[in-house]
């Protein structure tokens, strides 16, 4: 009994030790390093010719939660179509060991990964997650490229289930390149939460490289999107169409990401959502394109911060609660407010820098054809530096030196809201004149201020006046 026990631990061990060999990193005995020509023992025995069974799985009844695609027959060359083979490495993904759960009915798979083990795979349709709900999984290392029949509607990963519940938490996207083929977009993220895309490249897309829509906290971080690849410069940049990435829902954040080619950037149709740190040179405003595009009005909410705005500005709709700090707008990049419904509230616009081509374009302008600004309350736009734009402000100082009973400043060129001036401070100062004369704040029209004297004067003037007002009406 003794001996056949030590002849099956003898066994194990030189299974154990042929797996350990194949999956070592040092080049095999034919010299090439060539893992497919190795010895595996999860390669013994195969499931329907797709889906390997892991012979050591099979001996100590566990099996490991990374999945490699070439196993499952995806040809890493993209010459053949590879979408049944990682959409099974998905579905066997799915199905690892429980480790407890995430969000209520949310299952952590422990970290389960498909790994595509650095090849290129062609696919014809979208790869989805499965419908089984889940947490805790990646997909990485490798690129995905859409086939000329692919269905110009889909993205080449979506993470859409049937349900209308939040099926998938804490899911990463990480490493991959995706070209979309011009046949749709790259990364649909629906109603999932705590979802992370990492450095990934993102080319050749339609509609758009990555679409968030409704769920919650998906992180976006370094990482490039351009419908055509380039460099800044390109002929076809009057024709570039589409979106860099999406975002209709709440709580996300971009960081660190580069637009290089897109219609519009970023689109931004929720509220509480972070844009920090964005190099944005999608399409010049010039040639139609937008930089950040933020449509949520009369509920805003967003934070722009730190970014590079190179030739293509913001567009915000009644923005409501927007903040907007310590970014560069290059090239006559400039902010469009646009009225919808006449509301501007809760607006910083501040500690930014413009630079443009001394061709007079305004650093901040309104759009009021739909509507005129009726509604303005707490908008702060002050601290900006200028060069080769025109500063717009809803602050401004001013001095006159005047012998007469009347002076007038005019603010118009600089303030930023017409006819708007609900707080004023003046001082006039009269240092040679032999009695005190009296003077009052004769008139504030048209963003002009006009202070007047009983006497002739010999002074000066200073004004400052601020647009700035909490619960105020044009």
Same mark, same amino acid.
């Given at each position: 009994?003794?001996?056949?026990?030590? =002849?099956?631990?003898?066994?194990?061990? %030189?299974?154990? %030790?042929?797996?350990?060999?194949?999956?070592?990193?040092?080049?095999?005995? &034919? @010299?090439? +390093?060539?893992?497919?020509?190795?010895?595996?023992?999860?390669?013994?025995?195969?499931?329907?010719?797709?889906?390997?069974?892991?012979?050591?799985?099979? =001996?100590?009844?566990?099996?490991?939660?990374?999945?490699?695609?070439?196993?499952?027959?995806?040809?890493?060359?993209?010459?053949?179509?590879?979408?049944?083979?990682?959409?099974?490495?998905?579905?066997?993904?799915?199905?690892?060991?429980?480790?407890?759960? =995430?969000?209520?009915?949310?299952?952590? =798979? @422990?970290?389960?990964?498909?790994?595509?083990?650095? @090849?290129?795979?062609?696919?014809?349709?979208?790869?989805?997650?499965?419908?089984?709900?889940?947490?805790?999984?990646?997909?990485?290392?490798?690129?995905?490229?859409?086939?000329?029949?692919?269905?110009?509607? +889909?993205?080449?990963?979506?993470?859409?289930?049937?349900?209308?519940?939040?099926?998938?938490?804490?899911?990463?996207?990480?490493?991959?390149?995706? &070209?979309?083929?011009?046949?749709?977009?790259?990364?649909?993220?629906?109603?999932?939460?705590?979802?992370?895309?990492?450095?990934?490249?993102?080319?050749?897309?339609?509609?758009?490289?990555?679409?968030?829509?409704?769920?919650?906290?998906?992180?976006?971080?370094?990482?490039?999107? +351009?419908?055509?690849?380039?460099?800044?410069?390109? %002929?076809?940049?009057?024709?570039?169409?589409?979106?860099?990435?999406?975002?209709?829902?709440?709580?996300?954040?971009?960081?660190?990401?580069?637009?290089?080619?897109?219609?519009?950037?970023?689109?931004?149709?929720?509220?509480?959502?972070?844009?920090?740190?964005?190099?944005?040179?999608? !399409?010049?405003?010039?040639? +139609?394109?937008?930089?950040?595009?933020?449509?949520?009005?009369?509920?805003?909410?967003?934070?722009?911060?730190?970014?590079?705005?190179?030739?293509?500005?913001?567009?915000?709709?009644?923005?409501?609660?927007?903040?907007?700090?310590?970014?560069?707008?290059?090239?006559?990049?400039?902010?469009?407010?646009?009225?919808?419904?006449?509301?501007?509230?809760?607006?910083?616009?501040?500690?930014?820098?413009?630079?443009?081509?001394?061709?007079?374009?305004?650093?901040?302008?309104? &759009?009021?054809?739909?509507?005129?600004?009726?509604?303005?309350?707490?908008?702060?736009?002050?601290?900006?530096?200028?060069?080769?734009?025109?500063?717009?402000?809803?602050?401004?100082?001013?001095?006159?030196? !005047?012998? @007469?009973?009347?002076?007038?400043?005019?603010?118009?060129?600089?303030?930023?809201?017409?006819?708007?001036?609900?707080?004023?401070?003046?001082?006039?100062?009269?240092?040679?004149?032999?009695?005190?004369?009296?003077?009052?704040?004769?008139?504030?029209?048209?963003?002009?201020?006009?202070?007047?004297?009983?006497?002739? *004067?010999?002074?000066?003037?200073? *004004?400052?006046?601020?647009?700035?007002? *909490?619960?105020?009406?044009?």
């Amino acid at each position: 009994m003794v001996g056949r026990n030590a =002849l099956l631990l003898g066994f194990l061990h %030189v299974i154990l %030790v042929i797996i350990q060999y194949a999956e070592s990193s040092y080049p095999y005995p &034919d @010299g090439t +390093g060539n893992r497919d020509l190795s010895i595996k023992a999860s390669h013994i025995f195969r499931s329907n010719g797709v889906a390997p069974i892991n012979a050591l799985a099979a =001996l100590t009844g566990r099996r490991s939660r990374i999945h490699h695609v070439t196993d499952y027959g995806a040809d890493p060359t993209g010459r053949s179509d590879s979408t049944d083979a990682l959409e099974q490495a998905i579905v066997d993904a799915f199905t690892s060991p429980v480790d407890g759960h =995430l969000n209520e009915g949310v299952p952590n =798979l @422990g970290g389960a990964e498909v790994h595509l083990d650095g @090849g290129t795979y062609m696919i014809s349709r979208p790869l989805r997650l499965s419908d089984i709900s889940g947490g805790n999984f990646m997909i990485h290392g490798g690129s995905l490229r859409a086939s000329d029949d692919f269905s110009g509607n +889909g993205h080449l990963i979506e993470l859409r289930s049937s349900s209308s519940s939040s099926l998938y938490e804490y899911i990463t996207l990480k490493e991959l390149m995706l &070209d979309s083929n011009f046949r749709g977009g790259g990364i649909a993220i629906i109603n999932s939460i705590r979802t992370t895309v990492d450095n990934c490249y993102i080319s050749h897309f339609t509609t758009a490289g990555i679409s968030i829509q409704d769920g919650h906290e998906t992180y976006i971080r370094n990482s490039f999107i +351009g419908q055509h690849i380039n460099i800044g410069g390109d %002929v076809r940049e009057k024709d570039f169409s589409g979106i860099g990435i999406n975002i209709t829902g709440n709580d996300n954040a971009v960081t660190d990401v580069v637009i290089f080619s897109a219609s519009i950037g970023v689109m931004v149709q929720g509220q509480a959502n972070m844009l920090t740190g964005i190099h944005c040179y999608n !399409k010049a405003t010039a040639l +139609g394109g937008t930089g950040i595009y933020i449509r949520a009005p009369g509920l805003t909410q967003t934070r722009v911060v730190n970014c590079y705005l190179d030739f293509t500005g913001i567009v915000a709709e009644d923005p409501v609660q927007l903040h907007v700090t310590g970014s560069f707008f290059l090239g006559n990049a400039y902010i469009l407010l646009k009225s919808v419904k006449g509301v501007a509230s809760g607006v910083n616009i501040v500690d930014n820098m413009f630079a443009g081509d001394y061709t007079g374009v305004p650093i901040v302008q309104l &759009d009021q054809s739909n509507a005129p600004f009726q509604t303005v309350d707490q908008v702060v736009i002050e601290r900006n530096n200028v060069r080769g734009m025109v500063l717009k402000s809803t602050v401004a100082r001013g001095s006159l030196w !005047k012998n @007469g009973t009347t002076w007038t400043l005019d603010f118009s060129k600089v303030l930023l809201f017409p006819n708007l001036i609900p707080h004023v401070h003046y001082a006039l100062h009269a240092g040679s004149a032999s009695s005190f004369p009296r003077h009052t704040l004769r008139s504030v029209s048209r963003n002009r201020v006009t202070v007047q004297t009983d006497v002739v *004067v010999s002074a000066t003037v200073h *004004v400052s006046v601020d647009q700035t007002t *909490v619960g105020g009406h044009i």
